[in-house]
């Protein structure tokens, strides 16, 4: 891992930051996405912080980002849940938020997760509203969310949604111990989360997701993030029988914003 940006990190401790895990995104608006974080987090807050973790570019992404000013960390390509688990791990924050370098996801609708995290709910996460991503992919979205629910009860509307905000701890406490740093990493965070009975907040957010170029491959992600629930499924359900008491205590709880 090369920190590019190392003078980034100096001063006062900022009081949000926001990672982009970054593959490759110079031809899909990552000039635009960082232009706009840095002028409403720069009109909205005092300190702030954004990380572009360059997941082993083959492109101009970051060197895009260090000509805004932005830090950059570089690594080598270990998959999406690695590079918000290095920018999760490196940030100084108070609170810190992760979304896709795209800019899927408006920035005022992600500063909204980072306002509504607090002590007694450390997650708070996006998601998404049908209409901004298109009736295939929303039908798509429905029905990975009935199963991954079928199998965990995570009592929450959008595992997926690339846009979540987490206190300090939080973010140092469930990426610590991340195992799966692919595209399912989502899902054994906000496990974990749930097996430390903590609440998570969901808010709407806006999700432009680009018309081409997607990353996401339907059957093929789709079949990783079965793979990774059915995993956590397994020893679930293995604790409900060997830990009832852990088990109980651990029952899903959502904390909805309006």
């Not at 100084?92 to 500063?111: H, K």
């Not at 979540?164 to 399912?184: D, R, V």
Request: net charge negative.
């Amino acid at each position: 891992m090369v920190r590019d940006s190392a003078s980034c990190f100096g001063g006062a401790i900022p009081e949000v930051g926001v990672i982009f895990p970054a593959y490759n995104e110079v031809e899909r608006g990552l000039e635009a996405t960082l232009l706009a974080a840095q002028a409403y987090l720069g009109a909205n807050y005092a300190r702030h912080e954004l990380i572009v973790v360059d997941d082993g570019s083959t492109d101009e992404t970051a060197a895009c980002a260090q000509d805004l000013g932005v830090c950059v960390i570089s690594q080598r390509n270990q998959g999406k849940g690695a590079a918000v688990q290095t920018g999760m791990l490196t940030a100084n924050a108070a609170v810190r938020a992760f979304t896709d370098a795209d800019g899927a996801c408006p920035i005022e609708d992600l500063d909204q997760l980072m306002r509504s995290v607090t002590t007694e709910t450390p997650v708070v996460i996006g998601k998404r509203t049908e209409n901004t991503q298109g009736l295939l992919r929303a039908f798509g979205h429905s029905g990975m969310h009935f199963l991954t629910e079928a199998i965990l009860p995570f009592g929450v509307a959008d595992t997926q949604c690339g846009a979540k905000a987490f206190t300090a701890e939080a973010a140092e406490t469930l990426f610590q111990s991340l195992q799966n740093p692919g595209f399912s990493f989502d899902v054994e965070v906000l496990w974990n989360a749930r097996q430390r009975g903590w609440k998570i907040g969901e808010l709407p957010v806006a999700y432009n997701n680009p018309a081409e170029g997607s990353k996401v491959h339907a059957i093929r992600d789709g079949l990783k993030l079965l793979g990774a629930v059915g995993s956590l499924g397994w020893q679930y359900r293995r604790d409900q029988v060997t830990q009832p008491f852990r088990a109980h205590k651990s029952a899903p709880q959502a904390a909805k914003f309006s």
